[in-house]
């Protein structure tokens, strides 16, 4: 048996959106549920792989394509074959060639001027869902001749950058992609079948089905590797899901047994299995509901026999239950999805299963169950759309924070060039005051001027400084990764019922942000206070990575918490890098270990880890440093150093000692409030 994959840089997007439009079919109506099933879905998947040139491949497949690409990659001459070929590879072969071929680019001598460079450093940003770094970098490609391959390839780049997410095209970006299709096809480029493929996705994207199965066709006929079965099979998927929605019952039962026979031809039984699945929908729009029965157990139990079972193969089959009058067998197979779904690591949830239960116990009528099922349907709903709405306050505000930091530096920017020109006037000033008078007391009346400038303009530089410190902080503070993981963990434990670990963590989230907003406006803080913070911090990485690791915070008994001061977020980015890279692939529990104790006049913090270690890179590697410890090292100069103070951290490997994790010293001046 052969194992297929999707190769898409935005598959899983597309995936979601087309998903999501799924599910508001669903609800339109009773009838509606009954004819469009979560195969559907399923196939949908299929096409969105399709419309940004992916498909799925066959992992062990030595074809020609597959040649081909390997042939190119150890010549390093034809670039246009080679990323050609890439198509007919599998996903993780192709992301892994694409950041080799980065790699290796990025080391050649004069990479600017090679466009190639460009191409993969914007394949790489797309893969890394960075869209306007993409862009911009596929800007930079230059050609030697107007609308040749390599313009075409840019052309291409872009406009697939500028399809969004899978919502509706607007007319200007199709008439762009109208005219760069008839360039490539006035040149006979090689590249104009992904032209086809565009317009394929555009018109799917705006609901135009019947134009979508033409480009689809068209894009087929012009790809290189069109007798390529991974590509053959993608064609007829993405075939059958156009048809369907066209109802066009013939044009589905064609493309249907031409997967069919391509599946035998290669000995696929997976793709075989999924036939019965399509052959299903083609008996439940018909009316044969009992047919369709008997297709989607077949698909079932072919998933089942092979460990590959899935969400939508519960909701298919209890489907089509639900049309045969079949109320029982379709509320076992909804709640077993509801089940299998509670083992997915993402924590996700879907109220499609609880709308199926809604209708079959409606059936039955049992109208009090199916109200519960339509209450359950809506608290997912809800929890989701708070989920989204949590996500885009939480940028919001951080983009608001960082626009005002960028305006306070612009207006001291402002001042510092205002009083940059005052001081060259009055040096003038002073220059002519001292050849006309020649005197003492006007000189040195000038020099005392000067000198109250100089030190105002000190002031304000050290201002600007500062800012700019507090700008990197929150910036690094802030991380919209982490926001959006903890969100996401927060939906998954609300959604499994457990409210007081729910409140627990709601609790901590929201006083590690109120925290972090209030400390960002102050230079010192309490050590009571950093205690807090660091407590939320952990106790939600703790429930990120449940039983992944232990921690203590100590504080020497001769230290008062509330009347001693420290800089605030000082400890955290040691106490990430603990968890995020120490913690996260060790076979053991980790321990962290945080102190505060009095050293002197000094003040000891230390940061102690068992995890993995720092990792040692290879000799040829060039050093990076810590961002975080090099925005630590400035604060020192700025708080302590620019005082006569002593202040510093040290990092050490404990592997040189025979221990395992990272042990960190920070030594500051004791600060009373």
Not at 430 to 447: D, E, H, K, P, T
Request: hydrophobic content about 40%; overall charge positive.
């Amino acid at each position: 048996m052969k194992n297929y994959e999707c190769s898409t840089d935005s598959f899983r997007e597309i995936s979601i959106y087309i998903f999501r439009e799924y599910l508001q079919i669903l609800k339109k109506s009773t009838s509606a549920l009954m004819n469009i099933t979560a195969r559907t879905a399923l196939a949908i998947c299929a096409i969105s792989s399709f419309l940004f040139i992916s498909s799925c491949r066959n992992k062990d497949d030595k074809s020609i394509g597959q040649q081909k690409a390997n042939q190119v990659v150890i010549g390093k001459k034809d670039y246009l074959s080679f990323i050609i070929a890439l198509d007919t590879l599998p996903a993780f072969k192709i992301k892994k060639m694409i950041f080799k071929e980065d790699s290796l680019l990025s080391n050649s001598a004069n990479k600017d001027a090679n466009p190639y460079y460009h191409y993969f450093k914007a394949r790489k940003y797309g893969m890394e869902k960075k869209r306007d770094s993409a862009i911009n970098e596929y800007q930079k490609i230059k050609s030697t001749k107007p609308n040749d391959e390599l313009a075409l390839l840019k052309t291409y780049g872009i406009l697939a950058q500028n399809m969004g997410n899978g919502s509706m095209v607007e007319s200007a970006l199709t008439s762009k992609i109208f005219a760069a299709m008839k360039l490539a096809e006035g040149a006979n480029s090689r590249l104009t079948y992904r032209f086809y493929d565009l317009l394929a996705q555009a018109y799917f994207q705006n609901q135009n089905a019947k134009k979508s199965l033409e480009y689809a066709a068209v894009y087929f006929n012009n790809h290189p590797f069109k007798s390529h079965p991974a590509v053959k099979q993608r064609y007829f998927d993405i075939s059958f899901l156009l048809a369907s929605r066209l109802a066009n019952f013939k044009k589905m039962e064609f493309y249907n047994n031409q997967a069919r026979i391509l599946a035998r031809q290669i000995g696929d039984s997976l793709a075989l299995a999924r036939t019965y699945d399509n052959e299903a929908q083609i008996y439940s729009q018909q009316g044969l509901s009992a047919k369709a029965v008997a297709s989607s157990k077949r698909y079932f139990n072919y998933l089942k026999r092979t460990d590959n079972l899935n969400d939508i193969a519960f909701n298919n089959l209890a489907t089509s239950f639900t049309r045969n009058n079949q109320p029982d067998s379709a509320i076992k197979y909804y709640k077993e999805g509801i089940a299998f779904e509670k083992n997915d690591l993402s924590g996700k949830q879907k109220s499609v299963y609880y709308n199926g239960l809604i209708d079959a116990y409606k059936s039955k009528g049992e109208y009090a169950k199916a109200l519960e099922a339509a209450q359950a349907s809506h608290r997912i709903e809800l929890k989701n759309n708070e989920a989204i709405e949590a996500v885009k306050v939480a940028e919001m505000h951080e983009r608001y924070e960082t626009e005002k930091k960028d305006r306070n530096i612009a207006e001291l920017k402002g001042r510092n060039k205002l009083n940059e020109t005052i001081i060259k006037q009055q040096r003038s000033s002073m220059f002519l005051l001292v050849l006309i008078f020649i005197g003492v007391i006007s000189f040195f009346f000038i020099i005392h001027r000067q000198q109250r400038l100089k030190s105002k303009n000190n002031l304000l530089k050290s201002e600007n400084q500062r800012l700019n410190m507090e700008q990197k902080m929150l910036q690094a503070q802030l991380n919209p990764h982490f926001i959006f993981n903890a969100i996401a963990n927060l939906q998954s434990i609300v959604a499994s019922g457990h409210i007081d670990e729910s409140v627990r963590y709601l609790k901590s989230f929201s006083g590690l942000l109120r925290g972090i907003l209030e400390q960002n406006r102050k230079d010192f803080i309490e050590i009571a206070e950093e205690v807090t913070s660091l407590n939320n911090y952990i106790q939600l990485q703790q429930m990120r990575y449940a039983g992944v690791f232990d921690y203590q915070i100590d504080v020497d008994h001769q230290l008062d918490v509330n009347e001693t001061l420290i800089p605030p977020m000082l400890i955290q980015p040691f106490v990430e890098n603990a968890i995020e890279h120490g913690f996260r692939n060790i076979a053991y529990k980790g321990l962290l270990l945080i102190s505060f104790k009095l050293k002197g006049d000094l003040l000891l913090i230390e940061v102690d880890d068992n995890g993995s270690g720092l990792v040692e890179k290879p000799a040829n590697t060039p050093k990076k440093q810590s961002l975080a410890q090099i925005i630590l090292k400035e604060r020192f100069e700025l708080l302590f150093k620019s005082n006569n103070q002593h202040a510093a951290f040290e990092v050490k490997d404990k592997k040189a000692h025979g221990w395992r994790g990272v042990s960190v010293e920070i030594t500051i001046p004791v600060i009373n409030d």
